[in-house]
């Protein structure tokens, strides 16, 4: 060990320099986000919970029962009980999805033929008590008010998706 | 910093004077650490018998979460598996879909498109840096301080919201899919990405100007945990611990996949096998994947990112809903799921801790008959005992956080 | 009334009014730290209760207080409960010894000499190290009585080691002593009279680096906190103790911070003394607290920075480093004080 070795060891250099670098970060700005008070909006790809998308003219749901959302779910979380209008179109009679199973993937959103269900921005789902956790289609066609805004007035899965 | 390459036998001689420590005879105290532990990465269990300050010996044990991921994709499709692989190693969870996928396709012939090539690849290594700082931030934590660990985790927040831009999620993207990518790249995400990228080997010199000097970390990692290539070797221990040891072995360039073969990157090696060097190595390859990244991005080719291959392949949201023969594909690929032909396959890939392989025996059916993830931190965790046995119990968190086991990876 | 009337009456008024103080600032104290480690990690603290969560301590003084108080069923409970008082009540004490503000001189206050320190003990400095001695008791006692392993390694590997850098704390403040030629704090302070570079730490750079260090060491702090090291041992010799005891625990420990900070700016940096003579008008506590803040703040950013050592590497340094150095300042010191006349 060298002279210069010895004198920076007494000196504690390296451990200023150290402390130099917290000593920025005490005056620069902080990176919290105060949430509840600020929140993060997520991106326009973000898997939130569910919601079944309707018709805006009719306020009929789009989805037509065809149990792909429910067959691809890994975690089998999504139950429908199909039924026919008087019209004779299909649609789900009961729309259930158990959210304390869903794991978010995203897979019934890829599925849907005609792009009823899809991946709102909704995270704030903790709750105390376990039954709010089973989805009724009525929760879901409520959910629609956050929906992605990026999705609104483009179209579904049209080019480039979200 | 580094002298003369230290042979084989010197390290050897080495890690010998660094554990004379053991032939003690006396009482020893039996000191359970976990699995409820801040610093076992994981609810991993270790039982130390200690002398003192010394460990005698130690007792590993893992399982505390195991989830049956392996008899779980037994009845799934080969689709519906892709949110499962997710939860293996859940810090660098496309990596994991990445290998999964690799290896299906192998299975099933399929080839991947070189624009969901590039895209797997510009992923996968957004996931090698992510989970490189996390490993420091929890190393240095570890060691004492959690200052480093938040300035970790607050660069680690650029990646991930990079990963949320492209995939949807944080952590359990679920992005790979068989014969390419879920998504496209979308709006917006070149620009960010080049600005992440361009200042990220200005935060790693950073960290390297608190750690790498600092004379408390020298005295902590040098010629700490010693574990030579031969015990790298009798142990399968992959990954970063064998590169420290003098052994250039990284799958990105022996065994290409995704676009690493079209990438210019070095493989990160150190000689001496200690905590020390695997920090060094870690830091390297943070560099090396922001040079690959910058290149994907460079050189990203045009053209589809998933294969258009009806048998195999999910379609394209796009077509399912104008085109009847996608829609067609997209029942089949559901309600069927994609058929692999009877036989077995074994991919492994470069996953952040280690090698990850992947093993699919098929009967012939939309499921997979038997599914195994040799994943790195398996390997890693029950090489614990050869290295810690005659260190100090300090010492002990150091080497085993320098392995990096993260217990989703391990127990599965 | 007559002169030691009014003594006893303003000793009894100083005796409850240092130490009420002292609590005040350590309640704000225990919140800044929890502040200044989040800004050192580029995060807000806590910003809850009160403007600029300021009100945190008192939140985490009543949460304490609700805990259930759990006493293992196999330890020793005399000890256990008594364990956290021995370290307590020492760093009071030292307090008694520490001069806030001119003693002696004339009387200033209304009519009676009003001396800034409660008790002025010749051997004040020895007072300081004994006490923090008796701090050892304390912690091994802890460590012993919980009767579980982790608490036991924390307890004698703390025990040692404040053992270890008592010693080169001791020798590195005899270089104080011998410079101002008395043991007495007082006198010390006396001793640095003039503008700040009479004050000791110029001489003595040596001897108040390693006693720094030292004091780190006796205040189990980072880089020196192997007996709370949370990563290795849970909690160490404090793994067993919890609601209120805890808080006593971590109560005494910042109440030595507060002590030890005052004992280094005595000694070196010339206790209630301003730095420039013409600012003398600011009064002699003001100063003390002033340059109690000071290295307060500068014994959060050293634990924010760096990360802690091995335990045989702590020790090796003990005794193969800082004793050394320590003897060699004192023998430095005397040479150049006996030579200088």
């Known amino acids: ?162 | 910093m580094s002298e003369a390459r230290p042979t084989l036998e010197e390290l050897k001689r080495r890690k010998a004077l660094s554990r004379q420590r053991v032939e003690r005879s006396g009482e020893v105290m039996t000191v359970s650490m976990g699995p409820q532990h801040p610093s076992m990465h994981g609810v991993y269990r270790a039982e130390l018998d200690l002398d003192g300050e010394v460990i005698v010996a130690v007792r590993p044990e893992i399982g505390n979460l195991h989830r049956g991921v392996e008899k779980l994709c037994e009845e799934r499709t080969y689709h519906q598996i892709i949110p499962i692989t997710d939860r293996l190693d859940y810090l660098a969870s496309f990596v994991m879909n990445h290998g999964y996928c690799e290896a299906v396709e192998k299975l099933m012939g399929v080839e991947v498109p070189p624009r969901g090539r590039y895209i797997r690849t510009l992923a996968a290594e957004l996931c090698r840096i992510a989970n490189h700082i996390m490993w420091l931030g929890i190393h240095i934590m570890d060691l004492g301080t959690q200052t480093f660990f938040c300035i970790c985790f607050r660069d680690r927040e650029y990646i991930l919201d990079l990963l949320e831009m492209l995939t949807g999620a944080r952590l359990t993207h679920s992005f790979g899919r068989i014969g390419g990518v879920a998504k496209d790249l979308p709006d917006g995400f070149d620009r960010r990405c080049r600005k992440v990228i361009d200042f990220l080997p200005r935060r790693v010199a950073e960290y390297e100007r608190i750690v790498k000097h600092n004379r408390i970390y020298y005295k902590r990692a040098k010629g700490v945990g010693i574990f030579t290539s031969e015990d790298c070797f009798a142990w399968r221990v992959t990954g970063p611990p064998l590169r420290s040891a003098g052994v250039a072995r990284d799958l990105r360039r022996d065994e290409p996949y995704a676009a690493y073969d079209e990438m210019d990157f070095e493989v990160a090696v150190e000689y001496n096998a200690d905590v020390y060097d695997r920090f060094l190595v870690r830091m390297k390859e943070i560099r090396e994947s922001c040079k690959i990244v910058r290149q994907c991005l460079d050189n990203l080719p045009d053209g589809p990112f998933v294969a258009s291959d009806a048998v195999h392949a999910l379609p394209l949201k796009k077509n399912v809903l104008r085109d009847s023969a996608a829609m067609i594909q997209d029942f089949y690929q559901v309600f069927q799921g994609p058929l692999a032909p009877k036989g077995e396959v074994y991919r492994a890939i470069e996953a952040p801790k280690g090698e990850m392989g992947v093993y699919i025996r098929s009967e012939g059916g939309a499921h997979p008959a038997r599914i195994h993830f040799a994943t790195p931190s398996f390997y890693h965790g029950q090489a614990v005992p050869p290295l810690v046995e005659g260190e100090m119990i300090s010492d002990m968190v150091a080497i085993f956080a320098s392995v990096d086991v993260v217990l989703g990876d391990c127990d599965r | ?341």
């Not at chain 1, 002279?3 to 670098?21: E, N, P």
């Not at chain 3, 069923?73 to 020492?90: C, E, G, N, Q, T």
């Open chain 3, 1 to 341: 009334m007559s002169d030691p009337i009014a003594q006893l009456i303003f000793l009894i008024i100083k005796a409850i009014l240092v130490p009420v103080l002292i609590v005040m600032m350590v309640a704000f104290i225990i919140f800044f730290e929890r502040k200044f480690a989040g800004f050192f990690q580029g995060r807000v603290g806590p910003t809850y209760l009160g403007p600029w969560g300021s009100f945190q301590s008192f939140g985490d003084i009543f949460k304490l207080l609700s805990k259930e108080d759990l006493i293992p069923a196999k330890s020793d409970k005399p000890v256990f409960r008594l364990a956290p008082y021995i370290i307590f009540l020492p760093a009071f004490l030292v307090m008694a010894v520490l001069p806030f503000g001119p003693v002696g001189g004339e009387a200033n206050l209304f009519g009676y000499r009003f001396d800034y320190v409660i008790a002025n003990f010749d051997a004040g400095l020895v007072l300081f190290l004994a006490l923090g001695a008796i701090a050892v008791y304390g912690v091994v006692l802890a460590g012993w009585s919980s009767n579980g392993n982790f608490s036991l390694l924390g307890g004698l590997r703390a025990g040692a080691q404040m053992i270890s850098y008592e010693l080169a704390m001791g020798f590195s403040v005899v270089g104080v002593m011998l410079m101002a030629n008395s043991m007495s704090l007082v006198d010390i302070v006396e001793g640095q009279a003039g503008n700040f570079w009479d004050w000791y730490f110029i001489p003595q750079v040596v001897g108040g680096l390693i006693f720094f260090v030292a004091t780190l060491a006796e205040l189990n702090r980072t880089p020196f906190d192997l007996a709370e090291a949370e990563q290795e041992l849970v909690a160490g010799y404090l793994t067993e103790y919890s609601g209120m005891r805890w808080g006593i625990f971590m109560f005494a420990e910042y109440v030595n911070l507060v002590v030890i900070s005052g004992i280094v700016s005595t000694l070196y940096f010339g206790g209630w003394r301003a730095p420039l003579e013409v600012l003398d008008f600011i009064p002699g506590p003001i100063w003390l607290f002033i340059k109690i803040c000071v290295f307060v703040f500068i014994y959060m950013w050293v634990r924010w920075t760096i990360f802690r050592y091995r335990y045989n590497q702590l020790m090796s340094m003990g005794w193969k480093v800082l004793l050394p150095l320590s003897i060699l300042n004192l023998v430095v010191t005397a040479i150049v004080v006996s030579v200088a006349g």
């Open chain 1, 1 to 162: 060990m060298g002279l210069k070795d010895i004198v920076k060891k007494g000196a504690f250099v390296d451990i200023l320099r150290g402390m130099s670098v917290t000593g920025t970060y005490f005056v620069v700005d902080k990176v919290t986000v105060e949430y509840p008070k600020e929140k993060i909006q997520p991106y326009p790809r973000f898997r939130g919970a569910q919601a079944l998308l309707t018709y805006p003219d009719t306020g009929e749901v789009k989805c037509v029962a065809c149990m792909l959302c429910a067959t691809v779910c890994p975690s089998r979380c999504i139950h429908i009980e199909g039924g026919e209008t008087s019209e004779g179109r299909s649609y789900p009679v009961t729309f259930d999805l158990d959210l304390a199973h869903c794991v978010f993937c995203g897979l019934c959103e890829e599925v849907c033929p005609v792009a009823a269900i899809v991946m709102t921005r909704e995270y704030e789902l903790a709750t105390f008590d376990k039954n709010d956790l089973w989805l009724t289609k009525e929760w879901l066609i409520a959910n629609q008010k956050n929906v992605h805004k990026e999705l609104l007035g483009r179209g579904v899965g049209g080019d480039g998706e979200r």
